[in-house]
């Protein structure tokens, strides 16, 4: 049998109470993808009801058992020692078994319910299990153990996705942060703990064991990236003030939802554009072109994503600063998902946790290309005020060109300049800052109407009063 040419991966996932069946499915959905872009192929999944997400081993022992037909692992949660009993302790172990399984397997009543996928004669092997929630370090480890493969909960999934997708060298220091601090309460259950040195004069005491000595050079690392991180935030703050006076607009939405498509087509510039997660965590700046007048700068930022892990949002908060401090929000959403609705409300939950609710936004409703005209219709009826476009068609980029033109000039003043030929200098500033409407020409000089924001007429104006 040949080897597969990516590894195999199956799917765990606890439904709660709280959580309707369509959520679950969504998740998965959506782990699926987190799944594909980090290399693996979905080959099952294992769902179980349960009345929460923090038993020992997450699943209930039927339920271990069929985790384990995918694996190849015993099913059960095997102690990777033995540790000596007391004798006294020793004649209830056999009660205490009992009562340990009752308790973590509490729900296997519901799993006639569940929607676990099922292979018909021998099952493909998975080298790896995904599950989709967040799992405690000991959970990861009793899973390991009724497996016998490597597991990754969600947010070990999404900081691998960026720590592979991270490019520059900013993006880098922030997905170390996260995978560090993921990494930290971890360590625990990696085996370690034997001591390095002894301790104390004359050899007395016990020395600092590996497992602490491993935390302090993780605390160390971690301060020296975020030194790092805070002399690049400080240049990134310089280049944000440089353009403190432009009109600037940020895309910002669900991870794959059409931003980088709609950066390239606005601004002709070369971003990388790709079907997977995450394809983009840096910032990336360009004017709109064709060249508008006042310039337009558009950014194009990190995606987001439902479950995004707090360590990233804090790490990438100077990136996300870039929408913060921007003058016009777009909130891009693939109107062809029927879950846009509630990517939309995690954009605005994970922009609100870095204080970029100040800004004013238009909805952009992407992907109409894939929407039947009743469809269409709909929406439209349901956001009347948003921007439904292609990438792919002209007409619908002109459009949202000229929405953003018609919101920025909304605020802008048009007036009469008189220009003598002896400011030249003052001429190529308007013409690169200020829209002109009329000019013409005299012996002495030109008179020409601009179209122009408040604070770059009253810098003009100063200069020609000169």
Known sequence: MSKPSQPNAVLVAIRTPRMTAEELESSLQELSRLVKTLGYTVVGRVTQKRSSDKYA?????????ELAQWTGGSGKIESAFERPKHKAASKFEGADEDITEESDDESDGDEADDTSEVASGPREQAQIVIVDCD???????????AAGVPVLDRTGVIIEIFSRHARTRAARLQVEIARLNYLAPRLRETGGGSERQGGGVGGKGAGETSLELDKRRIRDRMKELREELAAIGDEHQTRRARRE????VALVGYTNAGKSSLMRAM?????LVADKLFATLDTTIRPLYPDTRPKVLLSDTVGFIKKLPHDLVASFKSTLDEAANASLLLFVVDASDPSFRSQLEVTRKVLAEVGATESPGLLVLNKRDRLSPEELAALKSEYPDAVLLSTRSKEDLQALRERIMGYFESDMVDEDLRIPFTAQGVMAEIRAKMRILFEAYDADGLTVRVRSTPENLTAIKKKLAR
């Open 245 to 248: 006076h432009e009109l600037t």
């Open 267 to 271: 601004t002709g510039s070369e971003v």
């Open 57 to 65: 081993a997450v699943l209930g022992q039927g339920k271990l058992a």
């Open 135 to 145: 799992l405690s370090p000991s959970q990861l480890k009793n899973l390991e153990r």
